[in-house]
């Protein structure tokens, strides 16, 4: 039988990218999914497709970084399906650039959503969680074990993540919710199209090459499948693997890696940063 079935999901930033491929496989395993972002129209797209498939779809805007948004999401998706019995905090972007062009502003405006949306996202699921003794799962990043020239903001919040994940996995387990972190490498998605304002860029190019991501389709098959196994961590791409490993032992590396011009990626339409 499939894991999820009937299995109430919900999924926050599910308009583009990861979490887009994971209301896919979630779907794919039974279950029945609230789907939520800030983009309507994206959402409405995935969810005919999915209701095309026999799935049971509800979306509803929702902005993490706005108070009150989860909470009217989260009961509408009751109303519709009980209580959740996974959540996906997922909704993130990146501020990439150097210390020195950036604004306090653009720490907070990253840390609002990174890490106040999630949050917020648990926060309000929390209860539900405890009842049905659910799945928490939070998206990290390598960039929460590594943490490169040009992406403070980013990396910080990301190590938040990870840091919080810490200690949720023991706080919650005496309710039975499981916590899982992923800590996905490069990944097929919209992100770096993503403005240091949270603001996609449809005109701009992904900088990674190709043959570096990997299919968002795949890293979901691997997401969900750590999330059915109640897993602590999963480190999503094989590259990220190693560079996690690799940092661990060898932190210095970051200053060799920098010599070869190496550093977090420029952002969107914005001028080379030097
Ligand atoms: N792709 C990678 O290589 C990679 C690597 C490591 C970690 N991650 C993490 O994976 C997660 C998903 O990113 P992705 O790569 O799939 O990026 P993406 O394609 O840009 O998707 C990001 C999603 O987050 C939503 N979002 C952004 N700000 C939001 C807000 N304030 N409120 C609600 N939703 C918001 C976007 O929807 P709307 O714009 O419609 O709101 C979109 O659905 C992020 O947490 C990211 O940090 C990705």
Known sequence: MDKFQNKHVFITGASAGIGAALAHEFASQGARLTLTARRLHLLEGLAQDLIARGTEVLVETCDVTQDGDLERALEKARERFGKVDVVVANAGFGV???????????????????????????QCSLEDLKQTRGSLVLLGS???????PNASPYAMSKFAIRALADSLWAELAPYGIAVTLISPGFVESSIRKVDNQGVFQRASEDPMPPWLLMPAS????DIVRAVSRRRRERIVTFHGKIFV???RFFPWLIRLIT?????????????AQT
């Open 142 to 148: 390598v960039a929460g074990y590594i943490s490169l």
């Open 218 to 221: 795949r890293a979901a098959r």
């Open 259 to 271: 010599r070869f011009g190496i550093k977090g990626r420029n952002e969107p339409s914005s001028p």
């Open 245 to 247: 490993t690799l940092f």
């Open 96 to 122: 990439v650039g150097k210390l020195e062009n950036l604004k306090l502003e653009d720490y907070r405006r990253q840390f609002e959503t990174n890490v106040f949306g999630v949050l917020r996202t648990i």
